[in-house]
Each structure stands twice: as structure tokens, then as C-alpha cells.
């Protein structure tokens, strides 16, 4: 049997509808994935946005592998390890002035449930019940029931719809909607009974990598400061620089009192999510009283070769060769969307930071469950690109070793598929 026929017999694939076809991959190397074949591919979506500096960099795996030697896993509760620590504290320093803590979990949607536990808990830690959470219409926070809760109702969750608790969704905010917006959301705000509002801040991702105000989010969350509601940004997609600075936080002039984080924090090398938390959410759990204690954990938890890859990963950041890097990603991908954005056979391209997306007018609304994006994968895959589509959706989030030539590539094909294909 051969590899695919094996992994049709044997694997469950997530995402994968019947007669989805697999492509096996032997090797990766920087920006580019191998098949079984010996095809060669542009990974243009960073493998799920995880991939920050490339496939298989020997300074991670070289770490990684270190590691490995020393200390390979210990149990978390009661115990610690250097690469925690030290990754703990950088992240700290990289974080918003007013993140003390973090929290170590497995993946994005363990980082979303801790914090939604996170939030519950403060409250009932006070003798509070505060029952409500608000969050953006098209968000998508995960898919443990905590975080599918939070997500935009149907499409990926509607066998589950039943089990999810209430959430308040609100439009993302532009300046035509402002006033709307903020109106609605102070009036939310006053009932008292918000537990927290969470967020993907500026960039919505499985939605389409839709764009909204960082401005106004700002407002947003001076309002909860003003009436006491934790807020929440989910920036497992935007963290590390996928919006041009090292957090989508950072361009908010009101900081966020918890941070989720994920898929880039070990450089696409190792599993893990980080809740980071404003000391005064650890504060509400830092007690004698053993109800007061956050009972969650997983069995992996602060996983040091996780911890190993993520420390590695954040020194490649502070190279001068990654800083280049992105900021020339960030220039290009702003000047080949602002060449096509009037396209005939667009509905919309939009960018923010080293994030692309172009949408297809197709039939029927934008949705994961337009086909029509299909069709477009296929072509691209045969030109040796991947741009997995999300519905009519193409998105364009490279690793930032991708070279000038290849981004260029991506982008002569994209106007060659408008012109000859779409």
C-alpha cells in the first residue's frame, strides 16, 4: 500500500470532508515543503500560521534536540524547569506593561478555555456571579466547548449549537458603525452581569481574515476598564509580528487584562498556548483557600522541549536579519494588494501587517462552506503553492524567510489564476 492509501485506511484528518485529497509531505526547509513525489511547494500559509521562521531551522531542532538530553518533560504542578522561566519572563517583557503571569496550556483553544475559566473563576473568587460574555460577530475562539461557545454560531459549531451557553455578539466596529457600536456594547457593559469580552484584536482569521478598527477596539476596551469587565485578546493568529508589530496589542492604546497566545510561540517546532494575565486577575486566585485555586491543568504542561522551541523562537526574533524581514513582507504584501484590490473578480483584498487575503466574487456569501475556493487550491498546488483556501478566501500568511522572488511567485499567479481561471 502506498503512503496515502495507508493514511486513507488508517487517519482521521481534521477539516477534511470525503474526497478531500492528501498530499503526503517527506521534508520541509524554510519556506518550502517536500511531497512524496519530490514536488517541491511554497508554504504560503505558514502550514496553519504556525511556521514563523521557516521549516526544520536548525537553530530550533538544534535546541530542541538539547533539551531533549537534559530534561525531556516534568509534571508542572509543584515542579519547575529553567526553559519556563525563562521563556515566562521574556514573554513578560514583550507583552503589554500591564501582563505579570503566564499560564502555560497545549494549543489556541486551551489558551481561549483557561482565560473563559480564567474569567468565570475571578468573579466567583469575589462573591460575584457575573454570567455574560460578549464577543465579536464572525470571531472564531477555538473548538473546545468554552471557545466554541465564544465563536460565531453556525457553520463549525452547529451540530453543538444546543450545548453552548449564551454569548452576546457584537458587529466588529469601522467608522460608519461607531456610534452603533459603542452604544450597544456601554449598554452591555451596564448590566453588571459581564463576566468578560474577548476578542481576535483587528484581524478575525477563520472568518476571512476580515479587518476592523484597532482605534475604536481601543474605546472598546477603555469602556470595560471603565465599568470593571475583564477583557480578553485572541491573538493566537496575530501575535509574533503577523501584524507588524510583536502583538496586535500593541497598536491598542488600552491594553488587554488577559492574552491567549499560540500557534507561533515555538516557531511551528512544538504544541503550546500561553494565557498571559494582568496581575490583578492573579491576584483574585492567589489565596489560602483551596476553592480559590484555578484547577486546570494538562499533563503537558510547560512542556520544556515546548519551552526549549519557544525560547529559541523568540531569539530568532531579535535578529536583525527577521526584523528586515518582516518589515519587507509587510511592504510587499501592502503594495501587491493595494495593485489588485480594484480587480474585477474580487470582492475584496485586504492586508494588515505581513496578513493577505484575497476574496473571490463567487456565488453565494462569504463563508468556510463556499466551494469555491476549491478549485483555486488545486491550482495553486499545481503551480507548487499552497494557499489553503477559507471558503472563497485566499489567504497569504508566509513564514518570514520566504524569500522576495517567491512571494513574487505567489503573486504572479494570483493575477494570472484572475485573469485565465476565476
Known sequence: MSLVEKDLKYIWHPFNHKGTEIVPIVKAEGAYIFGEDGKKYIDGFSSWWVNMHGHCHPYIAEAISKQALELEHVAFGGFTHPQAVKLAERLVNHLPHNIDKVFFSDNGSTANEVALKMAIQYWFNQGEERNKFITFTNDYHGDTFGSMSLTARGGFNEPFERFLFDVEFIETPNEK???????????LLQSNDVAAFIFEPIVQGAAGMLIHSPKILSEMIALCQKYNVVTIADEVLTGFYR??????????????????????????????????????????????????????????????LACAAANANLDLFETEETQQNIKRIVKQQSEFIAKIKKHPKLRDARNFGTISAIELDTEGER????????????????????????????????????????????????????????
Open 367 to 422: 463563508s468556510y462552506f463556499n466551494t469555491e475556493g476549491n478549485d483555486a487550491y488545486k491550482w495553486f498546488m499545481d503551480k507548487g503553492i499552497v494557499i489553503r483556501p477559507l471558503g472563497n478566501v485566499l489567504i497569504m500568511i508566509p513564514p518570514y524567510c520566504i524569500k522576495e522572488e517567491d512571494l513574487n511567485y505567489i503573486y504572479s499567479q494570483i493575477e494570472l489564476f484572475l485573469e485565465k481561471v476565476a
Open 177 to 187: 458603525n461607531r456610534e452603533e457600536i459603542l452604544s450597544r456594547f456601554e449598554s
Open 243 to 304: 501584524t507588524g508589530e510583536f502583538f496586535s496589542s500593541d497598536h491598542l492604546e488600552f491594553k488587554p487584562d488577559v492574552i491567549c497566545l499560540s500557534k507561533g510561540v515555538t516557531g511551528g517546532f512544538m504544541t503550546m498556548g500561553v494565557t498571559a494575565v494582568a496581575d490583578k486577575i492573579f491576584k483574585a486566585f492567589d489565596s489560602a483557600n483551596k476553592k480559590h485555586t484555578f484547577l486546570h491543568g494538562h499533563s503537558y504542561t510547560g512542556n520544556t
